[in-house]
């Protein structure tokens, strides 16, 4: 079990460039029904799949602006957002400021 939590955290942390991770993978991944799985992954991780992705999304957006390499343009392409609106929306719900404000 200790493997496949690792292994599923790890595809997760690989594929941050896509909008949102394939749950069929997951679940494939995990050996386990979707139902048992989004139970599992919240209890373990205190989030739902998505929450947790969108997490890591972020928080390497921050990252990537604090580098000040990329334009916050840049960095939302980056991350699978073709909307950058979207993306500056879910930046702020996450750390109560724009990506802009974190750029300077």
Request: hydrophobic fraction near 35%; avoid cysteine.
């Amino acid at each position: 079990k200790i493997s496949r939590r690792i292994s599923g955290k790890k595809y997760l942390e690989q594929d941050i460039n896509l909008p949102h991770p394939t749950f069929s993978s997951l679940t494939k991944l995990a050996l386990m029904s979707s139902t048992t799985l989004k139970t599992k992954f919240k209890k373990m991780y205190g989030a739902s799949v998505f929450q947790y992705f969108q997490r890591m999304r972020m928080e390497k957006a921050r990252i990537l602006l604090l580098t000040r390499k990329f334009s916050v343009k840049q960095i939302g392409y980056q991350l699978g957002y073709s909307n950058l609106n979207n993306f500056t929306i879910a930046f702020k719900k996450e750390f109560s400021l724009l990506p802009s404000d974190l750029s300077r």
